[in-house]
């Protein structure tokens, strides 16, 4: 099934696998100068298709390209390597992706990243399944670094960059078109990755603080695949609010959390586990 270009608001464009929720979202924004790439895909075959897809629309093939990675994960940036446009990134994301250039991505040496905890188990899993052949895979790595905040005219169009340190990736980058009221947050509250087990902190909140300052209608999740309006999102939040309140009174007490929750869904499990495994590690909550 071929994968599509579709509109998200006039200006922002986003790319999803149906077939395949793991397959980050891919997302460009049109001004009437450039056309800003956020990310370089979980693969060459997968940021292959994101081009091909403007290269059908002769108004978005028109502008000049340039683009930026939301973090340094390997699935926002295997794909760098066929965009022959420059590309933006944290400082510290750009330093990271420096060391990634020089490593060598056969399997043997994926499971010595796993034995030197350069990379999950879990990542080398969905790195054989989504490249398989990665014998001409290199990281480009982008040519233009920020700090705190870059602001972007894309032509009648301003897009804001902002360096946000999260528990997912302390390099994390959203993107804010004012215009159209969207924000891209990419992946900055997923859950933390630097453990085995996958934990949340007290830094989710101050992410959420600072994604709610902006007026947003839309906000764009990268790997989970979804777009939520501001109502859905200051619902989701409010809730991994007492998600994390009831985790931090009763900590691994799964009945008194649910006797706190009235019920606990199926898909609330992994939260209460990475709060729980925050508080494990010493990381507060609230």
Known sequence: MALKLKPLTQH???LSDPLDRKKPLLVCIAGDDQLLMIDGGASIHHMEAMLAEIEQDNTLNSLSKLGVVSDCHWNHVFG???????????KQAKDTLEK??????SDEMLEQYIKEDKLLPSEVKEIKREMPDRSDLHIQVPCIM???QLELDLGNLSCLL???ESDHSPDSTVVYLKEDKVLVVGDCMNFGMHY?????????FHVI???????AEYFVFSSENKVLDRNEFIEHCEYLKLLGATVSQHYDDFEAIENELGSIKKEDIK???????????????L
């Open 196 to 204: 085995t087990t996958p934990s949340y902190s007290r830094q989710l």
């Open 80 to 90: 760098l390597q066929v965009c022959h446009f420059p590309y933006i990134a944290h």
């Open 12 to 14: 922002v464009y986003c």
């Open 146 to 148: 920020y700090r705190h």
């Open 271 to 285: 939260y209460i586990h990475a709060f729980i495994e925050g508080l494990k590690r010493g990381k507060g909550i």
């Open 162 to 164: 902002e360096h946000i």
């Open 209 to 215: 603080d600072m994604l709610l300052a902006y007026d």
């Open 100 to 105: 990634m250039a020089a490593w060598d991505w």
